[in-house]
């Protein structure tokens, strides 16, 4: 079973960074979309950024563009995607979410993606 396990969470002010780990242990998302989510109280969970690991075109939602970053690295058997939020905005606080699936189609549906990590808290005070 696909597993994906979220950390990098944590509470910071207005301003600051926090960089987001996703440890996937399947490797049969080497080549497909991986995403990160976030879901705020009451709100749908809403695309924040996604690639394909091939080579793929970035997305990003309006709101983060110029200030998160979507990134992967791989290890041995274990695939990492990373979240880099610079500038965090009270706006910004939600939990945030990784997400994969199989193809080189990203879309912006959390309904589209089979696998899911367990999802990180990231807080932004003013």
């Known amino acids: 079973q696909v597993q994906l396990v979220e950390s990098g969470g944590g509470s910071v002010q207005a301003g600051g960074s926090l960089r987001l780990s996703c440890a996937v242990s399947?490797?049969?998302?080497?080549?497909?979309?991986l995403a990160w989510f976030r879901q705020s109280p009451g709100k749908e969970r809403e695309a924040v950024a996604s690639f394909y690991t091939v080579g793929g075109n970035q997305y990003y939602a309006d709101s983060v563009k110029g200030r998160f970053t979507i990134s992967q690295d791989n290890a041995k058997n274990t695939l990492y995607l990373y979240l880099q939020m610079n500038s965090l905005k009270p706006e910004d606080t939600a939990m945030y979410y990784c997400?994969?699936?199989?193809?080189?189609?990203?879309?912006?549906?959390?309904?589209?993606?089979?696998?899911w990590g367990q999802g990180t808290q990231v807080t932004v005070s003013s």
């Open positions: 399947e490797y049969t998302y080497l080549r497909g979309c």
């Open positions: 997400a994969a699936r199989i193809g080189a189609y990203c879309p912006l549906s959390s309904l589209s993606f089979p696998d």
